[in-house]
C-alpha cells in the first residue's frame, strides 16, 4: 500500500467527475497535489473546496495539445522536484452508433483519452525511472474490455490504454515502477 501523505500526485481531469472526487479525498490525506484541466477557473473551484488548499498547485492542461504536454510535465515536476503518482482521469466521450460518428469525432477521442494521456505519462516516466520509484494510475472504463452500443470511439480509446499500460506495467516493472489501471463502471 502506498502511503499518501507528502506524496506529489498529478490529477489530470481534476475539475470534475472522478478527478474532482480524487482532489478532495487527497487533501484529506495531505498529500501535495498538482491539480490538471483545460478550465483554470474550475481547477481554482476544485481546490477552494477542498480541505487543504495550500498543498494544491493548478497546472491547467489541455490533453489534446500534444505540442504543450512535455512542458506541463516539466511544470510539473518543478513544483516539487518530481512527481510520484499520476493519477490520469482526463477525458471526453461520445454517445452515438458508429454510423452517425464522424471520423473526426474519433480521431479527437483518441488524441485527448489517448494519446494525450501515454504523451503525459511518457514525458514523467524518465525521472521516474531515474527515481526508481513511481505510480501510474490510469482511470479507464469498463467499456476498455466489453464495448458497448453508442460508445464505439470511446471503447476504442480506453481499449487503446488497457494494452498500452498493461504494455509499460511489464516493460518496467524492475525500475520500481507501479501502473494501475482502475475501471469504473
Known amino acids: 500500500?502506498?502511503?499518501?501523505?507528502?506524496?506529489v500526485i498529478l490529477i489530470t481531469g481534476a475539475s470534475?467527475?472522478?478527478g474532482e472526487a480524487l482532489v478532495y479525498e487527497l487533501s484529506k490525506l495531505d498529500?501535495?497535489?498538482?491539480i490538471s484541466a483545460r478550465r483554470r477557473e474550475e481547477l481554482e473551484r476544485v481546490k477552494n473546496n477542498s480541505q487543504s488548499p495550500e498543498n494544491i498547485n493548478i497546472l491547467p492542461l489541455d490533453l489534446a495539445d500534444s505540442?504543450?504536454?512535455k512542458q506541463k510535465a516539466k511544470e510539473a515536476e518543478s513544483i516539487h522536484g518530481h512527481v510520484d503518482i499520476?493519477?490520469?482521469?482526463?477525458g471526453i466521450s461520445q454517445r452515438d452508433k458508429v454510423i452517425n460518428t464522424d471520423?473526426?469525432?474519433?480521431?479527437?477521442i483518441m488524441e485527448v483519452n489517448y494519446f494525450g494521456t501515454i504523451a503525459l505519462s511518457k514525458a514523467l516516466?524518465?525521472?521516474?525511472?531515474?527515481?526508481k520509484s513511481g505510480h501510474q494510475v490510469i482511470i479507464t472504463s469498463a467499456v476498455g474490455i466489453i464495448s458497448t452500443p453508442f460508445r464505439s470511439a470511446y471503447a476504442a480509446s480506453k481499449h487503446a490504454l488497457h494494452g498500452f499500460y498493461d504494455a509499460l506495467r511489464a516493460e518496467h516493472h524492475a525500475d520500481g515502477l507501479k501502473v494501475s489501471i482502475i475501471l469504473p463502471g
Open 67 to 69: 505540442f504543450a504536454i
Open 125 to 131: 516516466l524518465p525521472k521516474m525511472i531515474e527515481r
Open 16 to 18: 470534475s467527475g472522478i
Open 31 to 34: 498529500a501535495k497535489l498538482i
Open 103 to 108: 471520423l473526426d469525432v474519433d480521431r479527437k
Open 86 to 90: 499520476l493519477v490520469n482521469c482526463g
Open 1 to 7: 500500500m502506498t502511503k499518501i501523505k507528502d506524496q
